[in-house]
Nanobody, 122 residues
Framework: AQLVESGGGLVQPGGSLRLSCVASGFPLDSYAIGWSRQAPGKEREGASCISSEGATYNADSVEGRFTISRDNAKNTVYLQMNSLRPEDSAVYYC?????????????????WGQGTQVTVSS
């Protein structure tokens, strides 16, 4: 089982990025998927997750700006990030999770992917 993140980059404050998490080796439609992020010197933060049925959860810090979605036919989960702020700068990771909701990033199935860097700066 593998998850590969992509789509990160450098963006100005107020800009947008769409991250992709491509799954292989397991049936994506059977699992909840979460996105977390970690900035240098800071603890990992669970940002957004989506259940196998499509229910979503967003942390307060990203609510109203980030949207998670899934396309099971493409084995991909997306994280659309709008109105980006410098404090959103971090490495973003995806992983299979047990339950989508508060504290989801503490309940992993397997491990986080290799991550994709997001830098928000003018």
């Amino acid at each position: 089982a593998q998850l590969v993140e992509s789509g990160g980059g450098l963006v100005q404050p107020g800009g947008s990025l769409r991250l992709s998490c491509v799954a292989s080796g397991f049936p994506l439609d059977s699992y909840a998927i979460g996105w977390s992020r970690q900035a240098p010197g800071k603890e990992r933060e669970g940002a957004s997750c989506i259940s196998s049925e499509g229910a979503t959860y967003n942390a307060d810090s990203v609510e109203g700006r980030f949207t998670i979605s899934r396309d099971n036919a493409k084995n991909t989960v997306y994280l659309q990030m709008n109105s980006l702020r410098p404090e959103d700068s971090a490495v973003y990771y995806c992983a299979r999770i047990w339950i989508c909701g508060v504290g989801f990033s503490r309940g992993l199935i397997g491990s986080w992917g290799q991550g994709t860097q997001v830098t928000v700066s003018s």
